[in-house]
C-alpha cells in the first residue's frame, strides 16, 4: 500500500473535476440513484485524474494525476509474469482492465465502471476495500461520478463483477423500496450461505477425528 497522503498542491490536475457537466448516464439513469458528473480533461489521463477527484473528496489519497499514472505503472510490473498473460487479454489505452485494478488493489477501493457504451456495470478490486468509488465511461473517456457509490457496490452478488444490461434490467430501481427488500434477501442468503460454509468445514474437522 502506497502512503499518499501528502501536502502537496493538486489543484492543476484536479480543478477541472470540481466542474459538474451536464451529461447523464443512462446506466445509472436505469437504476434509479441520484448521481452528478464530474467533468475531466480528454487529455489521455481522463481515468487518473477521475480517480485522483474521487480520492480527494473521499479523503482517501491526495495526488496528482500524472503521479498516480507513474505508481500504477510501477505497481502492475510487480509481477511480470501475471501482466504478460494479462495484457494479451485486455484491450490497449492509457487505462485497460488491469490498470483498473492494479490501481484498486493499491488504494484498496472497489472502482465501479458504468460504461454507457455497453450499459453495463463492472467492479474492480478487493471485496473488503474500505472505500468504493465510480466513474463513467463513455466514448473512451472516463468521467468521476459523485453519488452513494456503496448502493451500487450492493447490486454485485459475491463472485460477480459484471453486470450487463439484461441483468441491470431485472434489478429493482435503488430509489424503490423493492431495492431495499432485494439488498435485504441479498444479505440473507449471504449470511446463510457462509453458516452452511461453517458446517461443511466442521463437519470435515470431526469426521477426522
Known sequence: MYNTYTTRDTTRDTIASDVETRASSKV?????????IGCVPRDGRCF?????????????????????YEIVQRGKTVDEREW?????????????????C?????????????????SSLSIHGDAGASHTIVIRL??????PVICQAALLRHLFAPGCDYLT???????????????RLHRCVKKMLYRVRQINVKRISLVGVFSKS
Open 28 to 36: 445509472l439513469d436505469s437504476i434509479g440513484i441520484n448521481y452528478r
Open 84 to 100: 504478460s498473460t494479462m495484457v494479451d487479454s485486455t484491450a490497449s489505452g492509457w487505462a485497460d482492465h488491469f490498470e483498473i
Open 138 to 143: 463513455s466514448s473512451a473517456h472516463f468521467e
Open 165 to 179: 444490461s439484461e441483468a441491470l434490467a431485472a434489478i429493482p430501481r435503488i430509489s424503490s423500496s423493492r431495492f
Open 48 to 68: 487518473y485524474s477521475a480517480c485522483c477527484h474521487l480520492f480527494r473528496i473521499n479523503h482517501i489519497a491526495y495526488i496528482e494525476a500524472r503521479e498516480l
Open 102 to 118: 492494479v490501481c484498486a488493489r493499491l488504494y484498496n477501493v472497489s472502482i465501479i465502471v458504468a460504461n454507457d457504451d455497453y
